[in-house]
């Protein structure tokens, strides 16, 4: 029997509160949840996270919508109010402090994070309906989205580009060696050192992505982060027509094809998904776990979504523990190296997402079973090794959390729709 089949609902709920209890943090009359609290995990780790919350929120529905919500407003709270890059939701919120030494202020980095919280909302209000809840986010979220067309579209071509490599969550990802200047073969220290360095140059441009963009830095134009903004902006149109706002609706539908057809204008090479590097755009030809998260955004065609499948099906793709962000063959690949070949819970809901959206219903579950096997066998880690299945980075770390929600999508439950 499979494990999805086997598995006890009611302990696996009792393992996530557990969990994400274990990393709530209550200040400033906001509740969020840390990545992680244990005294062993990198010290940034208890401040906000922009998609972390997100992933949080999806667990939290199943037992406790309360929090799901808190968690997204705490994110909303967050807002920047004034300066250029006004209405920014940053990637990092340190409200007791701690990010002086990075970005120059104390109480938050100065960019943002993969944007899933429309995608998030529509999911909660999809269990358990409650416009008003989606009224009090929805103001903010529109002017989230119109910060990125001025702040993170230089070349105004619908696809958005991230000017920080922490700016898309994959923070020490081979896809972005070439744009960091850096070889595949690096040592961990000095790849941290640039990433390190590259904030300060932003925090010297006034994070203005034209300025970094003519100056050459850090500026790609990520496949998986274009899907999810497609993602998101196809939520923001539901949202907009929960809200009886049917013209604001078809506006955003409009603005989410924008990203779509410039997707496949600009990013599909020879009917596969690449990111884009600098201002000429080129492709980065290597094959990555996002590119599967273009299926998240509805950015491909059934038939670019069939070769991908397959390319997802091979065994260097689909090895024992699933899905490795880089292939198991690839030169800059390492297993148990942060970002550079390992398996992200958060990455494999995006893409078990992106299955179901395209109809590969079975693949998805059994992209379900083997995520939740992972965590019956090692625990909520921060990620995992996709050869031996061992937990790497920081534990208990919360958006490990999210094997809940393909578990009751698995099981045809519906989340509580009571607080
Ligand atoms: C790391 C990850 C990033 C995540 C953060 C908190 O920086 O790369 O994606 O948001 O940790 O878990």
Request: aromatic share 10%; with cysteine.
């Amino acid at each position: 029997m499979s494990l999805i089949a086997a598995a006890n609902w009611d302990e696996w709920v009792a393992k996530s509160v557990a969990l994400l209890r274990a990393n709530r943090i209550e200040v400033d009359g906001c509740r969020y949840t840390a990545p992680s609290t244990s005294p062993t995990a990198h010290a940034a780790y208890v401040h906000q996270f922009l998609w972390d919350s997100c992933f949080h929120a999806l667990a939290y529905r199943w037992f406790d919508l309360a929090m799901a919500r808190d968690e997204l407003r705490a994110l909303v709270a967050a807002q920047v109010q004034d300066g250029p890059d006004a209405r920014m939701i940053p990637h990092m919120v340190s409200r007791r402090g701690g990010s002086e030494h990075l970005w120059g202020r104390p109480d938050r980095s100065l960019i943002t994070q993969p944007p899933l919280i429309a995608v998030t909302a529509m999911l909660l209000h999809a269990g358990a309906p409650d416009v008003s809840f989606l009224a009090e986010l929805y103001p903010a979220l529109c002017a989230y989205h119109a910060w990125f067309d001025r702040r993170r579209d230089p070349d105004g071509d619908g696809l958005v580009c991230l000017i920080h490599p922490w700016e898309s969550g994959w923070d020490a990802s081979p896809r972005w060696d070439r744009a960091m200047g850096l070889p595949h073969d690096m040592a961990y220290e000095q790849g941290r050192l640039a990433r390190v360095a590259l904030a300060a140059r932003l925090v010297e441009f006034g994070c203005d992505a034209q300025a970094l963009l003519r100056a050459g830095s850090y500026c790609v134009e990520p496949v998986d982060y274009n899907a999810i903004r497609a993602a998101d902006l196809e939520a923001l149109g539901e949202m907009a027509a929960a809200l009886d706002r049917p013209q604001e609706a078809a506006g955003w539908r409009e603005r989410t094809a924008r990203v779509r057809e410039a997707f496949q204008r600009k990013m599909v090479r020879d009917g596969y998904p690449y990111d884009l590097d600098g201002a000429d755009e080129q492709p980065v030809v290597q094959e990555s776990a996002a590119q599967y998260i273009a299926l998240f955004g509805g950015c491909l065609t059934e038939a670019q979504a069939e070769r991908l499948v397959a390319q997802l099906r091979q065994p260097r793709h689909w090895p024992r523990f699933l899905v490795p962000t880089s292939p198991t063959d690839a030169p800059a690949f390492v297993p148990d190296r942060y970002w550079r070949g390992n398996v992200w819970l958060s990455v494999n809901w995006l893409i078990y997402m992106g299955l179901r959206r395209y109809g590969y219903v079975a693949l998805a579950s059994e992209l379900a079973e083997r995520s939740l096997a992972l965590v019956a066998q090692a625990g909520f880690w921060e990620y995992y090794h996709p050869l031996t299945g061992q937990g790497l980075g920081s534990t208990p770390h919360s958006w490990s959390a999210i094997v809940l929600d393909m578990l009751g999508r698995e099981r045809g439950l519906a989340p509580p729709r009571l607080v």
